[in-house]
């Protein structure tokens, strides 16, 4: 952190400043320029919060910080290397990560019914996925919406893990929830409606099961990071970070604006891996093939997208979803991509 000094700021004003910063375990560093004294702050400052420094003195002109507030979840945290999540599923682990080959959740919106979610879960699996994805508690806009089966939807997504092998998603709302769900999900996944509910942030972070966090609908790149922050602090390391669309003006045509430029820039400021929601980004099946193809070609570490055996009758999201058939067809373009950015794993041969 950074402190600038207005012109002309008396000595003694600026050593009471400094006293003041060594005092609370700070090592300040005075440097004299022309006009203007700045002093460098050097220590632990991610806690400090910059207006309260600046509060100090009518002689301070502005306080900068330069670090990132954010400090474990920060790429330097690693020392530049990214970090690998690696997932226990029924058929061993898989990994999420930078260096690691394109990791597809896929599977509906919510869980139905038993004969949906197994459907699913095979046809999925069949195409080369590695999770299956479902909620059991929704976050709906709208009270009178389907809010999802509950528990018995968990007995569902366990039978369907044990029928296909596949890993499974799935989302927690409710802290008190929270072990029943870690029972049977492989990753525990926290919304965009609660990627600022720091108590349960705290709580998911207390923890062994990885975390899928995703973005918040009208969160800045900060904002997710230090929310990822909460878990990382609260000793739970295996958070993979979901793109799923912000906010956008244009209600017409598209349901969120999918930001994979924040690819690149998560790239640069953090080592966690980065999964792309195109389902949830665009709002619209027609839009998520060529939004997961452009993910891909960013350099995403993995895709979450949803897929319904009959979209039209789907109790949330068929608009978004699509047929298993439009998913195998999906995989198939997914694999030109990805073999050519050197991130595609065919999918194990079953042995008769
Ligand atoms: C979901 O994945 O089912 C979901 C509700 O997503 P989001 O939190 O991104 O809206
Ligand atoms: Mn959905």
């Known amino acids: 952190m950074i402190v600038v000094m207005k012109v002309g700021s008396p000595e003694a004003e600026i050593n009471r400043i400094t006293d003041e910063l060594s005092s609370w ?17 050097v220590g632990e400052t991610a806690d400090l919060d910059p207006l309260h ?23 330097q945290f690693r020392h530049g290397e990214p970090s690998d ?18 990791v597809v959740v896929a599977g509906p919106c919510s869980v139905e019914n038993e004969e949906m979610i197994i459907e699913t879960a095979k046809r999925v699996k ?66 965009a409606r609660n990627m600022q509910n720091f108590s349960l942030l705290k709580k998911v972070g207390a923890q062994p099961k990885p975390v899928l966090l995703k973005r918040g609908m009208a969160a800045t790149i900060e904002d997710w ?3 990822a922050e909460y878990i990382l602090a609260s000793g739970n390391s295996n958070v993979i970070l979901c793109e799923r669309g912000i906010r956008t003006f244009d209600r017409q045509y598209t ?25 949830h980004g665009t709002g619209w099946s027609s839009y998520v093939p060529s939004m997961a193809k452009a993910a891909i070609a960013a350099g995403c570490d993995s895709l979450m997208i949803e897929v319904h055996p009959n ?24 694999s030109v991509v990805g073999k050519a950015m050197g991130r595609w794993q065919e999918p194990a041969v079953a042995v008769a």
């Open 311 to 334: 979209p039209s009758k789907a109790l949330s999201d068929g608009p978004q979803s699509l047929t298993p058939e439009a998913f195998d067809s999906l995989m198939t373009e997914l």
């Open 53 to 75: 420094i600046q509060e100090f003195s009518p002689w301070i002109e502005q306080v900068l910080r330069v670090e990132q507030p954010y400090k474990r979840a920060s790429r």
């Open 126 to 191: 069949a195409a080369g996925a590695r999770f299956l994805r479902g909620g059991a508690y929704k976050p709906r806009t709208s009270p009178y919406a389907f809010q999802g089966h509950g528990e018995s939807a968990l007995d569902l997504l366990a039978a369907a893990s044990k029928a296909s092998g596949l890993g499974i998603i799935t989302e927690v709302m409710d802290a008190a929830d929270l072990d029943r769900i870690a029972e049977v999900a492989d990753v525990i996944q926290v919304g």
């Open 85 to 102: 999540v690696i997932v226990n599923t029924p058929e061993g682990p898989v990994v999420f990560g930078e260096n690691q080959p394109l």
């Open 225 to 227: 990071l230090m929310a």
């Open 25 to 41: 375990g700070l090592t300040p560093e005075k440097i004299v320029g022309r006009h203007k004294v700045v002093i460098g702050l």
């Open 255 to 279: 349901r969120n604006t999918l930001d994979l430029s924040a690819i690149p820039v998560l790239r640069n400021l953090t080592h966690l891996p980065i999964m792309i929601d195109p389902s």
